[in-house]
């Protein structure tokens, strides 16, 4: 019997019928035994082990069973006989106190009997079981009727028999063994206990017990461990060449045979590594990436190699990802712009704040996946001011608003504080009704500031009056008073007359005056605002011929064929906006002339 097949078919015969002696069923589990201790079991595989191992504890359940059953029927029969020995053995005693029963005499035993029975139990309890069942059988044929020896020698023949010998009745040292073997193997130390294990059944065959089915059993299930662990171990090698399938495998058949949790957990582990491989490896796979899936892809694969260490898995999926940052990051810094530009020029504080956190946002995306950059610094070090003065302008409503509740007669404080913000944030809600609370207060301190210009200009007007009057008094007092002083006569003398001479008069010269460049264009032919500048970035709108837009500041960009772009801004009939760049020479800053009918548009 060397085969699975004959093993299964012998069992599922022999427990299909109920009647099957025992000692056929212990003839087969010594044929287990014999066949798993061969040359031919460790050439099994692992499944064919665990087959072999499935069939021999059910053996061995079934065995157990019927033994217990056989101990129960034997146990009743030798309470009956002990108690029909007692009411025939003891005497009947009416003139005692309470009629109580009196027990027989003890019997005596031949005294050499004795000496071989104390030599055989000295052999019994010290586990050399075949020396003293020689002896038992000496004591027996003296005293055949001697229970107690009896018992002994049919325990030791059963010890011998099955090989069922409880730990109790193991001899010293080779419990000692069998117990360091259990610690062993409690802390993974399979090896060791194997070592031990087999010390201790050593020892017991020296002592002429040849079977220990306890010891068997553990020596086995340590192979299945220690078989386990080599298993375990290759699949950790698979795993760290990037095999994770093969991995997951391994572990998997090192749990199905152990049932151990750290297997367990490592197959969940495995499993879990393989999914996130697969998840990253699709998404970068995706024709469009969004950059938040890009971050989390560089967050997992850092936490991966810092668990786990480099594997050639984690650095294909790591290149996929270095080639896939700069068409992300690029795009990602034009809205970033575009963001911040739209903050500084929002209407209102919630809409700024909103605009000026997205670039953050986007910023702190960009830092992220490309690291640090000189531009990237600039532009966050001008959105972070920007958000701060926006803060600030949020404190300062905030403020004012206080100010008023608690000076609403004459708010001069509120409208202090909120001089800055009414300027910037003129259409804010909030500031729109701030400046409807501020009317009556403006209005009063325009009349008083009014009023205060008229009575400085009168007051100038009197200082300039009194002050002419004191100069024409002065200038009197330089005058001379008349005196008798005799004055000689003057003799008219002809002068010649001057001749009239032309008088060049001056002109007006025109001052040349700075036209300013305008602030929107006309779009000439429909066009694709996008991303860049120009073709290559792809288009985020379509602006129809004769389209109005706003132009954004931003830096000069040019395309390859040296086309000059510019950024900006058109708000479709739908109200939604369109940002991106288009070419200078596509808008101008006069509408176009709409084609005459018959007459084609210029492409």
Known sequence: MNTIAEFEDKLESLLSNDASPLADLRKLMLAFDEFINSDDYPALSMEERNTIQSLRKKLRDEIRQREDEEDSVQDARADLTSSSAASGDGTWNPGSSGGEFSEAPPKEHNPIAEQQMDAAEKLFYSGRYSEAINLFDRVLQLEPNWDRAKQHRSEAENYLRTGYIPVVALPADAASAYGKAQSAARVG?????????????????????????EGQEFSQKLQENIDAELVYQEGLEFFQQGQ??????????????????????????????????????????????????????????DRLVAEYGENP??????????????????????????????AERADSLENALYLANQAKIQLDQIRNLEGVDDSLDRLQEENEKLIRDIQKYDSELKLANKAFENKPNWPA?????????????????????????LRKFRMASTGIRLSGVVFGIFILYLIGSWGVGQFRSYMVSLTPTATATPTSTATLTPTPTSTATSTSTPTITPTPTITPTPLIGFIQRDVWVRAGCYEGYSASGKVPFGGEVRFLPAERRFDGFSRECALVEFTRSDGAVAIGWVLLADVSALPPVAPTEGTPQAP
């Open 189 to 213: 130390r399979y090896n060791d206990a194997l070592a031990l294990i087999e010390k201790a059944m050593s020892l017991l065959r020296q002592m002429g017990i040849q079977r220990w089915q």
């Open 413 to 437: 404080e509120a409208a202090r504080i909120s001089s800055r913000l009414r300027e910037r944030f003129p259409n804010d809600p909030d500031v729109i009704n701030l400046n409807r609370s």
């Open 313 to 342: 898995a984690f650095s294909r999926v790591q290149s996929r990802m270095q080639a896939s940052i700069p068409r992300v990051v690029e795009p990602l810094k034009e809205q970033t712009r575009a963001h911040k530009t739209q």
């Open 244 to 301: 994770f399938d093969e991995a997951v495998d391994r572990v998997e058949t090192a749990l199905r045979a152990t049932g151990l949790p750290k297997f367990h957990d490592k197959a969940q582990a495995f499993r879990g590594v393989k999914e996130s491989v697969r998840s990253m490896s699709e998404v970068l796979g995706q024709v469009v990436i969004e950059p938040k899936a890009l971050s989390q892809i560089k967050a997992e694969l």
